[in-house]
């Protein structure tokens, strides 16, 4: 029988590792940066609210008196650190995300060393989890593809989905040995603190663990515990006093819609996934139970309703068939028999990881910048937002900003109230009647009388605007980029 030489599997252990060791490494840089886009400003705000009054924040985002499902138990845990030691909030964001990224890599290899003993398994899957994707960007938070994780890593979903791969490694060892009482009460506590703390993410660990207990097929005095389990983590989740968990079931169709293109260009966004799906038909041949492929077709259930029934919210499942197919490609590797046939599927997953890393070359530029990146690399770098740092020292917290959708995402981040929410926000009862009264501040035809109504009316004392706002009721202070002007209301 031939063996594989010791100088070339060592080769093969080490090359995966030094790569996931390069990713992480690039991970910490970004933290330092802390690129900002998409939810930032919203996960900042909720450590503002939290670290002003953690028994009564308010909403997030606007001066009203309302629950919000963003104050989750990691939120509140930094919010806490912020109060107790001062810091700013995006240090203490820095911290999370620091935090967040270690149990994301502790946690991927703890769950891939239940599935496999090879010593290259764990890094091998992580690059398959950040770099197998497509060649077209998605970023989307629960989605952690390497671009989408530089501009995510301080969001509560990498912190959730870290805590995911723990639970499922907890789960499945659970499932394997008699666990006591006490690890299945455990594990029903962890599982409503990842619901709480990002609910997609919870949906996700959710259909991971029903998939890892049908593989197991428990007997009936285990099927017993998990059901105490069950039952514990929903009576934590009908406790937590900061909002109603179970009415997000009726959240709105503002929220299908801002989710709606998660069911665009899949291929392009997805296609590399296919090797994983091949590796996972290959897997279900061998076992007919196989966890990673019913945590797989579970996801692609879930996702396909979504699309077919109009509920495009569903789609935030679909890492539950992502990253079992990105699993069982780097697990395919390191169990193919044959030496050849192991080189073979080596090679090309190896390709296909090369096509994911150069699609998401441009997140090396929220390290270098723009200018130190090759121009190849530079056409795929997306410019982070810039933010609204410029406001502070005239804008104090809790003062009510008219600022329009963008701007609304950012400058609550800092302390200030907006008008209108940035973002869809099921537990503000008026948030469309504070939405039309931004568009129609703005609007071109709008009487000077209506705009000092609908000031008057939200008691703003700064507006975020353009030049040509200028006029009676308004005092310009100061400039900022893209020619925005901050005016000072005046009577």
Avoid at 226 to 244: R, S, T
Wanted: hydrophobic share 55%; proline share 6%.
């Amino acid at each position: 029988m031939r063996t594989t030489p010791p100088s070339t599997a060592s080769a093969g252990r080490a090359l995966p590792q030094a790569a996931a060791a390069l990713v992480l490494l690039l991970m910490l840089l970004v933290i330092v940066r802390l690129p900002w886009a998409g939810d930032l400003g919203m996960h900042a705000a909720t450590v503002q609210r939290l670290r002003h009054s953690l028994l009564h924040p308010g909403n997030p985002l606007v001066d009203a008196d309302t629950a919000s499902p963003y104050y989750s138990p990691w939120m509140l845990v930094l919010a806490t650190v912020a109060r107790l030691t001062g810091l700013s909030v995006f240090v203490v964001l820095r911290m999370g995300a620091v935090v967040g990224l270690g149990l994301l890599v502790t946690g991927v290899w703890r769950y891939v060393r239940t599935l496999s003993a090879h010593r290259a398994a764990p890094a091998l899957a992580l690059l398959c989890l950040v770099f197998l994707w497509g060649p077209s960007l998605l970023n989307w938070s629960g989605f952690i593809g390497l671009n989408s994780l530089a501009l995510t890593i301080a969001y509560p979903s990498v912190f959730a989905l870290g805590l995911s791969f723990h639970f499922w490694a907890w789960l499945t060892r659970a499932l394997r040995e008699d666990a006591a009482w006490g690890r299945w009460l455990w594990l029903g506590a962890l599982w409503s603190l990842i619901l709480l703390c990002h609910q997609f993410t919870g949906v996700v660990a959710s259909l991971g663990a029903l998939a890892m207990v049908i593989a197991a097929r428990p007997a009936r005095a285990v099927l017993l515990r998990l059901a105490a389990a069950l039952a514990l983590g929903v009576v934590v989740l009908w406790l937590w006093p900061y909002y109603d968990f179970f009415s997000l079931f009726s959240a709105g169709g503002d929220l299908e819609a801002i989710h709606e293109p998660l069911y665009e260009h899949l291929l392009g966004r997805f296609g590399l996934v296919l090797l994983g799906v091949a590796a996972l038909g290959l897997r279900w041949r061998r076992d007919r139970w196989d966890p990673l492929v019913l945590f797989f077709l579970l996801g692609v259930l879930m996702f396909a309703a979504g699309g077919l029934s109009g509920h495009y919210s569903w789609g935030r499942a679909l890492p539950a068939a992502l990253i079992p197919a990105q699993l069982a490609a780097a697990l395919e590797v390191v169990s193919a028999g044959r030496r050849s046939l192991r080189t073979g599927v080596a090679c090309v997953l190896g390709a296909g990881l090369a096509v994911g890393a150069w699609a998401q070359a441009g997140t090396l530029g929220y390290v270098t910048g723009r200018a130190a990146l090759p121009s190849p690399v530079a056409a795929k770098y997306q410019t982070p937002w810039v933010g609204y740092h410029w406001l502070t020292p005239w804008v104090k917290y809790g003062d009510v900003v008219m600022a329009r959708t963008t701007p609304a995402r950012q400058i609550p981040a800092y302390g200030p109230y907006t008008v209108a929410p940035g973002y869809p926000d099921i537990f503000l009862p008026d948030a469309a009647r504070r939405e039309a009264a931004v568009e129609r501040y703005f609007a071109s035809g709008t009487p000077a009388t209506e705009r000092a109504a609908i000031l008057h009316r939200y008691d703003v004392r700064w507006v975020v605007g353009s030049r040509r706002l200028a006029g009676p009721g308004l005092r310009k202070v100061t400039g900022g980029p893209a020619h925005q002007v901050l005016y000072r209301v005046v009577p």
